[in-house]
């Protein structure tokens, strides 16, 4: 119930191509659910995040999906540029004891963006 | 400049002996995290703390302690118990009632 499972594990597109990147969950408590980008050696840096009350969150060229029936969510990279090579991280957040939060992380996905 | 600071960068440890890393915040988040994360894998929760003095087990604690005996700091020990903790370990912090968490820049622990 706790895990959150993130598709596909790599993923190559072409310069001004669409990333699309999907996970999904079993916990319906989840109630927070953010993308994390990660650069080589780096820290994960938030990406875009969204509330289950919403369908779709679109920052710049990040797009969030969400389908709250299905438990399903999903990242749209338009116009994807070399530089959005990284791996991205979908979380899903709830709250537990005593007020805290936990995120829960799919597995990632490596994302190349070729020139 | 606002953030959290990890150190060392890179860690090198010998089996059998303990090991702390650092991580510091000056963000005024009253939660922080520590998680482990390895090649081609998602981040698992080691320990968090909501407050001060007060701290839970996450998701993969055997083998690891904390503290926080400051809102700023947030320590991790690996310990000699941990049978295989070469892996990249980071630190995030929350600030409630807020839902998203900021990483720091991560430690890669090599036991040698």
């Known amino acids: 119930q706790q895990q959150v499972k993130q598709s596909p594990q790599s993923l190559i597109v072409q310069k001004g191509g669409i990333s699309i990147i999907n996970c999904a969950y079993e916990n319906t408590a989840f109630d927070y659910f953010p993308w994390y980008q990660q650069f080589p050696g780096k820290g994960p840096a938030l990406l875009i995040a969204i509330r289950p009350d919403v369908s779709e969150k679109k920052e710049g060229r990040f797009t969030i999906s969400f389908n709250k029936s299905a438990k399903q969510f999903s990242l749209h990279i338009m116009d994807s540029q070399p530089g959005d090579s990284a791996t991205y991280f979908c979380?899903?957040?709830?709250?537990?004891?005593?007020?805290?939060?936990?995120?829960?992380f799919g597995s990632g996905t490596q994302l190349t963006v070729l020139p | 400049d606002g953030g959290i600071t990890q150190s060392p960068k890179y860690l090198f440890r010998k089996e059998g002996q303990n090991v702390t890393l650092s991580c510091e915040q000056n963000?005024?988040?009253?939660?922080m995290y520590w998680y482990r994360q390895d090649p081609g894998q998602g981040l698992r929760l080691i320990y968090y703390?909501?407050?001060?003095?007060?701290?839970q087990k996450g998701d993969i604690a055997e083998g690891y302690s904390v503290s926080r005996e400051k809102k700023e700091s947030f320590p991790l020990t690996v310990t000699s118990a941990q049978k295989n903790p070469t892996a990249f370990y980071l630190c995030a912090s929350r600030g409630v009632p807020s839902d998203t968490q900021y990483f720091g820049p991560g430690t890669r622990l090599t036991v040698l």
């Open positions: 979380a899903a957040s709830k709250v537990s004891t005593g007020s805290a939060r936990q995120l829960t």
């Open positions: 963000l005024n988040h009253d939660a």
């Open positions: 703390s909501q407050i001060v003095n007060d701290f």
